[in-house]
């Protein structure tokens, strides 16, 4: 029974975000944002064991957790703000939960969207024009810098299972429990790109 005191929910979101990540990040983010990690490895010609950093493309993934984190940080401060002391943030909360799991559950495995087709409706609008000239100069000579930028720019791009990990951060009791939720996720997702990679 003390281990379950031992772990705080905030610590509960971070490990649930993180695992959420982890799954998503081989069923989901593999095929969705492979060719983007593709397109940065492909310049590299064959696999060289020295340069094994240049596969991991850790200025990639940092930029993307920069936006998820920034972002979380931001709609957790509005969701706070609007709901300050009120009694029914708590009734909001438990909705807003449960579609998170139905959206994380949709997104990691299509075959359940038949179970809740409703889900499978909710379209995030994509603006491929501004992805198209934000990241095709990034996408050139990939060096630091500009693997960072595209994973800012990347970190801004509708995806359902980020969309969801953003509504379970924005629930946290604090800004910095929704970034640290959010850097929970953007760490599960990693391994899957790295292996892609």
């Not at 695992?19 to 095929?31: E, K, R, S, W």
């Not at 998820?68 to 009694?87: K, R």
């Amino acid at each position: 029974m003390s281990c379950f005191h031992a772990i705080n929910p905030e610590q509960g979101l971070f490990f649930s975000l993180f695992l959420a990540g982890l799954v998503g990040g081989f069923t989901h983010c593999v095929t969705m944002c492979g060719p983007f990690v593709l397109a940065q490895t492909e310049h590299k010609g064959c696999f060289q064991y020295k340069k094994l950093k240049d596969y991991a493309l850790l200025p990639y993934h940092l930029g993307r957790m920069t936006t998820y984190v920034m972002i979380a940080v931001l709609f957790n401060t509005l969701f706070n703000i609007a709901f300050l002391s009120m009694p029914i943030k708590s009734f909001i909360e438990a909705p807003i939960l449960f579609l998170t799991g139905v959206i994380f559950l949709v997104s990691a495995f299509p075959r359940f969207a038949s179970l809740v087709p409703w889900v499978a409706k909710i379209r995030l609008p994509l603006p491929s024009h501004f992805f198209e000239s934000s990241i095709r100069p990034l996408l050139s000579a990939p060096t630091a810098p500009r693997q960072y930028l595209l994973g800012l720019a990347l970190g801004l791009m509708p995806c359902g299972l980020v969309f969801a990990a953003l509504m379970a951060a924005s629930m946290a009791s604090t800004p910095l429990y929704a970034g640290l939720a959010m850097s929970g996720f953007a760490l599960g997702t990693m391994p899957a790109l790295l292996l892609l990679a």
